[in-house]
């Protein structure tokens, strides 16, 4: 989504403003920057909007022909789970919308999968941490949403130079199921096991070598292991970040 910005993680031009004309699947993006659905209304906020430097993701990582590959995400990043529901989502018809998309995706993808184990090691302002065990799925959030409207960072910021860490536990078909409504409500810490934080760097890997997929900004491009960081203030970003009262009365 953003990665013509940049060449080899430096901006191509540092007065480039990136503005969102939503046209997606899930439009989850849209959510975080206040840009408005209705193709005019998104032409006038990309024309007269307030313009924020915003962070941005970049992740290195396996890619599919097993080389060493990066890339940009200016929304979210994950891997499990969700990395196999971008790719079986991406194969699929979105005629009915990004969360019916998705969800059909996700409970198609959760009647087969089996949690591996992950190793994750990161730094923060607070000096960082480990964790390994098995999981479902990791996701790391510049945005609030992703997936089709789950709101996985509440508290999310794009201007803080973090990334939001939302580690979720297996949990079976069933369970997953059950408890899916928390990852749409902005809940999903409530949840049993499920681990969150704040990273500024993160080191990711299967420690029994299988082959965990990941997503950036809802795309499959490759597998663990992944380091991800923050270009802090790495693009301009135009949204409705503060709505005009005359878009507001539309």
Known sequence: ????????????????????????????????????????????V?????????????????????EDASRLFINSAGFGCNGEVASRANRSSKRLGGTVTFLGATFATLASFKSPRLSLDWSSSDGGGSWEGPFMSAFLMNGSYCGGGMNLAPRGNMHDGKLDLTILPPMGFVGAVAKSWRLFDGSAEKVSGVKVGQVEELRAQAPDGEKVLIELDGEQPGCLPLQASVLKDGLSVRGGWLQSPALKSK
């Open 1 to 44: 989504m953003v990665n013509g910005f940049f060449r080899e993680g430096e901006p191509l031009k540092s007065d480039a403003v990136f503005s969102l004309i939503p046209w997606g699947t899930g439009s989850d993006l849209a959510r975080s920057v206040k840009a408005p659905g209705k193709i005019e209304e998104a032409l006038w």
């Open 46 to 66: 990309a024309a007269t909007g307030m313009t924020l430097r915003s962070d941005v993701g970049l992740a290195r990582f396996t890619g599919h022909d097993g």
